[in-house]
């Protein structure tokens, strides 16, 4: 048996990578106000492919204008987001990388604030005796698939080498497969197989309107970590489904937005041991044994050994990077020429803070150091 390696060429459903390194999606808070593609943004994406990441995945774009979750957030809800989109994807292609368009819609999630509409998702919430949150009819099932559809024939058409269904983090599609959000009593709540029918509904529309040979990949959460989620069981049951149904390859993930603090998506605390950097390492092993499409791994890695140690034993196909190509672009790079010193990111989240006002996700902590020793 031949041991995969990290920085050989690899190929999913056609679309050639220079090695198994992908970088996570990100909140960038980079978009101008409506959604479109800014310079800082695309000097990001630029950054990273010219620091040997085999994929880039955008930060999440949302789908439809009552979606959005987040200021500075990408759309693709219409045609005139995709010239701006396509410029970009051109940058990152004459780097020499590949990108993927990462799609999504916030359901419950989504800020009224900022959107002016009323957020909608698998059953309705209310607060202090008012509907925050609607149920979806099956009307407006429709037009979300749609919704979808349309986003990822737009993004095929900037040029994206692929796209990423966001399915994770408690995100509309992630609240429809997790009884925890999902009360509905119609063929879309209840059994695993009814909380999944959108999902799947959803990429059955894309893969006939993009074709057989255009990547599509998930990301989809492992497990929910709360009371009543979706549990480890059910995301491999899941995963199972999406094989079925023609997706290229998975990216596990785990937590929501409402989740324990030590269970979010991203965990704040830098790991202790090789085992504690390994968010869901469990429930990729689960994976390995049940599905046959690669899996792409995300959470706590932060150690070339780690990562190393992953692909060579097979708990995944692709190593996922977040927060450490905030604090580092260059890691990968760094890496692939010998420098095999873990990454400095000490999950404290600070990068994120400076996205919520326009400057952009970026190292807080690396940027004092940098600043300490020029001063």
């Keep these: 048996m031949i041991m995969a390696e990290l920085f050989e060429k690899v190929s999913v459903n056609g679309m050639t990578l ?26 990001m994406m630029v950054e ?9 995945i955008s930060g999440y774009t949302f789908v439809s204008p009552e979606g959005q979750s987040s200021p500075g957030q990408l759309a693709i809800h219409d045609d005139r987001f995709v010239a701006g989109l396509w410029a970009m994807v051109e940058a990152v292609h004459k780097a020499g990388g590949k990108i993927a368009l990462q799609i999504v819609h916030a359901g419950r999630f989504a800020d009224c604030a900022l959107t002016g509409l009323q957020p909608i998702g698998p059953s309705a919430v209310a607060k202090d005796g008012q509907t925050t949150c609607r149920a979806m009819s099956k009307a407006d099932i429709a037009n979300i698939i749609s919704a979808f559809t349309q986003a ?25 497969l997790s009884p925890a959000f999902n009360q509905r009593t119609d063929e879309y709540g209840g059994t ?10 959803v990429v059955r529309s894309i893969r006939e309107a993009t074709g057989p040979a255009y990547p599509l990949l998930i990301k989809l959460n492992s497990e929910d970590f709360l009371e009543g989620g979706l549990t480890r069981d059910e995301a491999v049951q899941v995963a199972v489904m999406l094989e079925v149904a023609s997706v290229d390859a998975i990216e ?10 030590k269970f979010m998506p991203v965990r704040p605390g830098k790991p202790k041991t090789p085992q504690d950097e390994v968010f869901y390492r ?21 150690s070339y ?14 190593i996922s990077l977040g927060r450490p190509l905030i604090c580092e672009p260059g890691l990968v790079k760094r890496w692939h020429n010998g420098d095999h010193r873990e990454s400095d990111c000490a999950s404290c989240n600070s990068c994120f803070a400076p996205a919520g006002d326009g400057r952009g996700v970026y190292c807080v902590t690396m940027e004092k150091k940098r600043g300490k020793a020029g001063g």
Excluded: C
């Excluded at 737009?154 to 990423?164: S, T």
């Design 18 to 43: 220079a090695n198994r390194f992908v970088r996570s999606a990100t909140w960038e808070g980079l978009a101008s106000r409506e959604g479109s593609v800014t310079p800082k943004l695309t000097k």
């Design 48 to 56: 990273l492919a010219g620091n040997e990441i085999g994929l880039i």
């Design 152 to 176: 990822a024939v737009r993004a095929k058409r900037a040029g994206f080498d692929a796209i990423q269904l966001h399915a994770a983090h408690g995100f509309l599609l992630s609240q429809f």
């Design 192 to 201: 695993l197989e009814n909380r999944a029918r959108f999902l799947l509904e």
């Design 252 to 261: 596990f993930s785990g937590g929501t937005v409402a989740s324990p603090e």
């Design 282 to 302: 469990e429930a990729a092993q689960l994976y390995q044994a049940k599905v046959g499409i690669p899996l792409m791994l995300v959470g706590g890695i932060r």
């Design 305 to 318: 050994e780690t990562a190393n140690d992953l692909i060579r034993r097979g708990v995944a196909d692709y």
